[in-house]
């Protein structure tokens, strides 16, 4: 747990206090030294999942060149430019990351007029004792799985450069124009010692990849050397070990390093488990949906008017970092799906094991939370989305959680022009991580498949919920979680391989938002209800406005999508100990929660951090990158935004008033007067609970 706040770090400084360490004073000086980097800590494990990177290995390294857009308005501030691209691979999960003078020297394949260069370093998965769940899997994938980062982050960051008007090559672990590791000695992100590679507050090994770019961006000098002094005053310090001014600390157990793999950083295991949700769920009284009936895809068919269907097919790729990710979710759709082994193989057949296996191998590739359920009937699409039929067709599901990031999320507003590459980020990763551990199952003689945003056979907000990773909030169709409130995206696995699920959770969220509106407040469209909780399609929830909801995330013209119930959402909390006092409150000390809902507002969660601000709002529009012709959000907490409870009008439609899963390509109107009527007359949870004889929790 971190003992210091991060919320006056700027992004671009990353999670490590690389500016403490002592720098040579000429950014282009020569560096000399080699050596050879840290091996990984096992051998590969009898089941090793290796296999599986090749796929997208390949994938990243065909897309390490491409065409040029048009120059972009940009700062002309080398430093500027550094700090962005710092930000945007910190965004992405590096560990670390430099920016430096590309000499002659470094180029060992075909040459270009590249002056400067992006070094991006990705650290080994943590190693926790012996005959941990999932070694067999993951032992010997530590240094291939470090590779696959750094190669997705090369590839994303070399792509975004070339949107916005510059020439850029991503140089990966597999292939490569330059001496990776001379550059990254050039670029002051490691140090030769003693005949060995080193990453200064790095203990395990680590993968490295280069952008080459001609884009003139600010360098950080090579390391100088320490000697004993300077070492203690840096990567030995009580600060360092304590997490100081925010950086990761060198006590791995602040960290979560000494937590099995299997059960990730955050403590669900804490968070009381119940055998049912919070929420009142009647399974037999579930209509299954299709995809057809969804927000976009309504829009895309054309049931909100023309505007909103030539919309749907921009607001995606509306900057020139969510262009990137999406290229790449769009590349995985391929492997989702796939052959199974003929013979399954041996020490696979304990649901207990497996479980654990899987959430130890989730982790281990990036993901942030992981749950285990059955897949009930109803949660799988009764037609995808060309209209075809879907038959249900695994008993268990693997639901993953991908953090959107708190830092990012602490200087937007919620609805800006970062929202939308915020949420594609974490698709896109998903997506990658569900992929490898399908083909891996594949592989193990179970058939698996992985459901992305862009091909999802099943609903993952039931699944979510059936895993036992949260409970529904007032946002409405959007299980939060106790750790990272709303600010999460989800990729589901499905598969037949036996599998233990985990209960559901109880952590006193349905009280909570009874007393909390914030949501609703902010929301800029008005779509999240004020008022008390329905029965909607089997389900007991705060039904948002579906309608409203799609139309702004469509039609902001300030901003790119819009999450800002996560932005404001008193759950949505950087995890200090400070504020994990006040999380524990809130879910052992029901008296406190008002308080706590009120105090948010007066210590000013929800606002704007100027300091997290890394990235540049630009708009892609026509094919090139130019300022936003509309101006960007840039909300800060609107205390009077509960005028509209009163008179707040909710639309819901019910399956009946959905359009059939086969209806392709033809729009059926929304009858919005007819869903306003609907939400009047829908039955309440206490009408519905005496109806089938359950009783409250």
Same mark, same amino acid.
């Given at each position: ?37 840290? *091996? ?22 065909? #897309? ?39 000499? *002659? ?78 550059? =990254? ?6 140090? =030769? ?5 080193? *990453?200064?507050?790095?203990? !395990? ?72 949700? !919070? ?34 097919? $921009? ?12 290229? @790449? ?17 041996? %020490? ?18 990036? %993901? ?16 995808? %989305? ?17 953090? #959107? ?16 590459? @915020? ?6 990763? %998903?997506? @990658? ?33 059936? =895993? ?23 990729? $589901? ?52 406005? $579906? ?44 008296? !406190? ?38 101006? !960007? ?16 009008? $909710? ?47």
């Amino acid at each position: 747990m971190k003992l210091f706040s991060h919320k006056k770090r700027p992004t671009g400084m990353g999670p490590y206090p690389l500016e403490r360490l002592p720098r040579l004073a000429d950014p282009a000086a020569p560096v000399a030294g080699a050596g050879v980097r840290p *091996a990984e800590a096992r051998p590969e494990g009898p089941l090793s999942a290796s296999h599986a990177y090749e796929l997208y290995l390949d994938l990243f390294d065909q #897309q390490r060149t491409g065409d040029v857009s048009e120059r972009a308005p940009i700062p002309d501030d080398p430093q500027e430019r550094a700090d962005n691209l710092k930000g945007g691979l910190y965004f992405l999960d590096a560990d670390m990351t430099g920016c430096g003078v590309l000499t *002659a020297e470094a180029w060992t394949g075909e040459t270009r007029d590249h002056g400067f260069a992006v070094v991006t370093l990705v650290a080994h998965s943590r190693t926790v004792g012996r005959d941990q769940p999932g070694d067999d899997w993951i032992d010997g994938t530590r240094q291939v799985n470090a590779d696959l980062r750094a190669a997705e982050l090369a590839v994303l960051i070399a792509g975004y450069i070339r949107r916005i008007g510059f020439d850029a090559v991503a140089h990966t672990p597999t292939i490569s124009d330059v001496d990776i590791e001379k550059v =990254a000695l050039q670029c002051g992100l490691i140090e =030769a010692v003693g005949g060995e590679l080193r *990453a200064p507050f790095i203990k !395990t090994g680590f993968s490295l990849s280069v952008v080459s770019t001609d884009m003139e961006i600010a360098p950080d000098a090579p390391l100088a050397r320490r000697g004993l002094a300077a070492k203690l005053r840096s990567t030995h310090s009580l600060g360092w070990l304590l997490g100081r001014g925010g950086t990761r600390a060198g006590l791995g157990r602040l960290n979560g390093d000494h937590r099995p793999l299997h059960m990730g950083r955050y403590p669900m295991e804490r968070i009381k488990r119940v055998p049912e949700a !919070t929420t009142l769920v009647i399974p037999e009284e579930i209509e299954r949906v299709p995809v057809r009936a969804g927000g976009f895809p309504r829009a895309g068919h054309g049931d909100m008017g023309p505007k909103f269907q030539k919309e749907l097919a $921009v607001f995606s790729y509306k900057t020139p970092q969510a262009q990137a990710y999406i290229q @790449q979710i769009g590349e995985m759709v391929p492997y989702q799906d796939g052959e199974v082994a003929p013979e399954r193989a041996p %020490g696979t057949s304990d649901p207990d094991r497996n479980a654990d296996a899987l959430k130890a191998f989730a982790h281990h590739l990036g %993901g942030d939370m992981v749950g285990v359920c059955e897949v009930p009937e109803y949660a799988w699409y009764s037609h995808n %989305g060309k209209g075809e039929v879907i038959t249900p067709r695994h008993k268990y599901g693997v639901v993953i959680l991908l953090d #959107q990031g708190y830092e990012t999320m602490e200087g937007a507003s919620g609805d800006d022009w970062v929202s939308g590459a @915020q949420s594609m980020r974490a698709y896109m990763r %998903g997506a @990658q991580i569900a992929g490898l551990m399908a083909e891996h199952l594949r592989s193990l003689g179970f058939s698996s498949r992985s459901h992305t945003n862009r091909d999802s056979e099943v609903l993952h907000i039931p699944l979510v919920l059936e =895993a036992g990773l949260g409970e529904l909030s007032r946002i409405g169709e959007l299980v939060l979680n106790p750790f990272v409130g709303p600010r999460f995206k989800s990729v $589901v696995l499905t598969t037949d391989m036996p599998l233990t699920p985990d209960r559901k959770i109880d952590f006193g969220l349905q009280d909570f938002c009874t007393k909390c509106t914030k949501c609703a407040r902010e929301c800029p469209c008005g779509a999240i209800e004020f008022g008390d909780k329905i029965m909607f399609n089997g389900y007991e929830m705060w039904k948002p406005d $579906v309608e409203k909801c799609t139309k702004y995330r469509l039609g902001n013209m300030r901003g790119s999508a819009c999450g800002r119930c996560m932005k404001t959402c008193p759950f949505n909390i950087e995890g200090v100990l400070a504020e994990r006092v006040f999380l524990w409150s809130a879910i052992k000390l029901p008296f !406190t929660r008002k308080f706590i809902a009120n105090l948010d507002d007066k210590v000013g969660n929800g606002s704007i951090n100027p300091i997290k601000k890394w990235w540049w709002d630009l708009e892609f529009k026509d094919g090139r990158t130019i300022e936003p012709e509309k101006g !960007t959000n840039a909300r800060e907490l609107d205390m009077n935004g509960g005028r509209i409870a009163d008179k707040q009008k $909710v639309a819901i439609y019910p399956p009946d008033m959905l359009p059939a899963g086969d209806n392709q390509g033809v729009p059926v109107k929304l009858e919005r007067k007819e869903a306003i009527l609907r939400r009047k007359q829908a039955e309440t949870p206490a009408a519905a609970r005496a109806r089938v004889g359950r009783q409250a929790m």
